[in-house]
């Protein structure tokens, strides 16, 4: 089970943390987390993802502005999203996968791996 939370209102510019909060039956440093977002008439799409040994990998729309950290004591994903943008708007999903290869964060951030557990999203809203 993963559940997000941290989602909200904020203006061009701000900022937001979204945390996403780990099943205890899952071991941070057996399992890759990886944040999506869908905005509305859009296909969801992979943000950052983080390995299991705590590297970190971004899509280029969020290179620069979105951090990705991990408080594997609390269970906790984070994702620190700064200079948010209109285009940033969306559910932010976060998922979870047994770790098995080591391109696996690549692979998910191109679409190219099926998560096998998700959280049931948080919305974020950027509008001024």
């Known amino acids: 089970e993963l559940v997000e939370s941290g989602g909200g209102l904020v203006q061009p510019g701000g900022s937001l943390k979204l945390s996403c909060k780990v099943s205890?039956?899952?071991?941070?440093?057996?399992?890759?987390i990886a944040w999506f977002r869908q905005a509305p008439g859009k296909e969801r799409e992979g943000v950052s993802c983080s390995s299991s040994d705590s590297t970190s990998y971004y899509a280029d729309s969020v290179k620069g502005r979105f951090t990705i950290s991990r408080d594997d004591a609390m269970k906790t994903v984070y994702l620190q999203m700064n200079s948010l943008e209109l285009e940033d708007a969306g559910v932010y999903y976060c998922a979870g996968d047994p770790a098995a290869v080591q391109a696996q964060c690549l692979m998910t951030l191109r679409g190219f791996n099926d998560m096998n557990y998700w959280g049931k999203g948080t919305l974020v809203t950027v509008s001024s």
């Open positions: 205890t039956l899952m071991d941070l440093n057996d399992y890759i």
